[in-house]
């Protein structure tokens, strides 16, 4: 735009310098989702009303025999059925006739028919970065992908003065700040994450869960959920220390189900959180990176790691969160050939325009929310 303080016989005979380029200020790049591509864990072509897996959520009970004591036999179901519904997300743009004769040659700055589905594409997939966080069950997101915060829900923490076998899991449900973990409460894909919902207790030692081991029925579906402001961390807050003890918490419990698969990837933070972080390892931290594979292999430089795990940030984290993640357990199904389908140019005849759009229909899936932990301020 000109200067309005421009004389007016330079107004007239001078034209303003229209740059021939286009300044892209809405992309960001998401780590969750490029990990998720890269492990090739986007399945394409899926089919059915939904999606729907079976759950072993107990083993078969175990007696003690002597050689010659008598057997009994029942029949056991060790099974819980998951399922989910498929989500999909679009989104469309058109040209009139008109306006793309007008925007063509030297007077088109950008040429705004020639790259619309490509515009289109890249739209939808910043938008699909994001559903990794969403909750799917939440009220006006019916239309949502069942992210991480679907079953990351937590009422309270879990009493941690409490000792003995035969405590269980106590709930605090105004939550205390002396407890390092809430307690999970929600449910994903029809199952209850509830600590005990479907039966088992403790089955040693006297901490509280997941610091003593219990029965896999009591925690099969349960997320483990950091309290990051509790005082057990050491700690008067994350700033000050507990960033690093509270996240430690979180990558070592979630090795109490102890395979290849289940292992956690990466840790993300939200960004403020993430730069606390970093200011408190300022008098440790070590250039020294090791890992060769991971989000630096996908050209992502943000990334520290900590007890060999990586820790960044994305800008879709929900604020004063920060999610522990195995991408082993993660898939992105979809209906259609391909992630993304992109349609058009369709001729409306009565609007004399030319109609474009992309949609995905899928959702995302998770083995199980024990696989996964989050970093919540909850007391």
Known sequence: MASPTDWSRLIGVTIVNHLREEELATFRKFKVFAALEASGNVVMNQSGRGMDWNVRYRNTPVSGNSGDTPRTFARQNLWKLANLPWRGFVTTDSIYRREMLENRGQQALVNVASNMASRLQESLEQHLATQIYANGDAAGYENSFHGLETFMGYAGTINSGTAGVADQFTQRAAGNAADPYGFPSGQYAGLKTNLGYYGGGRTGGVDSWPRSPVDPEADFYSPVIINYSSTSYGFASWKLGNCISATREG?????????????????????????????????????????????????????????????????????????????????????????????????????????????????????????????????
């Open 251 to 379: 990558i070592f419990q979630c090795k109490r189900n102890d395979t290849r698969e289940s292992a956690i990837d990466m840790v993300i933070l939200d960004r403020n959180l993430y730069i606390q972080y970093l200011n408190a390892l300022n008098t440790t931290e070590r250039a020294i990176v090791t890992k060769t594979t991971g989000l630096r292999s996908y050209g992502f430089t943000d990334v520290f790691e900590q007890d060999g795990v990586e820790i960044t940030t994305e800008y879709a984290v929900p604020q004063g969160k920060g999610f522990g993640i195995s991408v082993g357990n993660m898939e992105l199904r979809c209906l259609e050939n391909q992630l993304m389908v992109a349609e058009g140019p369709f001729f409306s005849e009565e609007l004399q325009s030319y109609r474009y759009s992309c949609s995905v229909l899928g959702n995302l899936r998770f083995r199980s929310p024990r696989n996964f932990f989050a970093l919540a301020p909850i007391a």
